[in-house]
């Protein structure tokens, strides 16, 4: 189990870069668009020859650096993490996944919406969408309740003894081990 806990760790260490990438590109766009009153233009690439250099490096810099202690600062006052990894699943990973592939295919695709060629990606849109809206029922009720803060979780305690198919727990508490506040 720790050697998995490592693991997503690396996974959430190397990661986190491309997604401040993205956090730091959006909040940059949103920025030029609120002082700017000109239309700007997405479709078009950027010469790297009309980049002013460092004063793009410096504003860079100082979005990132608001992106990053904005996290670490909000980071400790999140005491449960799965609801907060549950709604991320259930409001971005699963539309990604499953109902924007599924929407894209059936707009592009030159055939009738009800055509043949296109059912398999209307299974797929209602299947994430099926899964999304139970996902929302099945969290929402339990989201405000479902933390336990200041409780000793089972696995932080040493000796666990089994009787009979139950468990008894010892009062032994591991010194390294903290309670789960995240």
């Known amino acids: 189990m720790n050697f998995a806990r490592?693991?997503?760790s690396i996974s959430i260490l190397l990661t986190f870069p491309i997604e401040c990438f993205v956090s730091r590109e959006?909040?940059?766009t949103q920025i030029k668009r609120f002082y700017s009153h000109e239309v700007i233009?997405?479709?078009?690439?950027?010469?790297?020859?009309?980049?002013?250099?460092?004063?793009?490096?410096r504003k860079s810099m100082i979005t990132t650096l608001v992106?990053?202690?904005s996290a670490f600062i909000i980071s400790p006052y999140t005491e449960c993490l799965g609801p907060v990894l549950e709604l991320n699943g259930l409001l971005a990973a699963i539309p990604l996944a499953y109902v924007l592939p599924g929407l894209a295919y059936i707009q592009l695709s030159p055939h009738s919406l009800f055509s043949?060629?296109?059912?398999p990606a209307a299974g797929l849109v209602l299947f994430g969408t099926i899964v999304t809206i139970s996902g929302a029922a099945i969290l929402m009720p339990n989201l405000i309740g479902d933390c336990r803060t200041g409780i000793i979780m089972g696995y932080c305690k040493d000796d666990e003894l089994a009787l009979n198919g139950t468990s008894f727990i010892a009062s032994t508490i591991d010194p390294n081990c903290a309670t789960d506040k995240v």
């Not at 233009?41 to 490096?57: A, C, L, M």
């Not at 043949?116 to 059912?119: C, T, Y």
């Open 41 to 57: 233009e997405y479709d078009t690439d950027k010469d790297p020859s009309h980049v002013t250099g460092e004063e793009d490096d």
């Open 26 to 28: 959006i909040v940059r």
């Open 67 to 69: 992106i990053v202690f």
């Open 6 to 8: 490592v693991l997503f």
């Open 116 to 119: 043949q060629e296109k059912l």
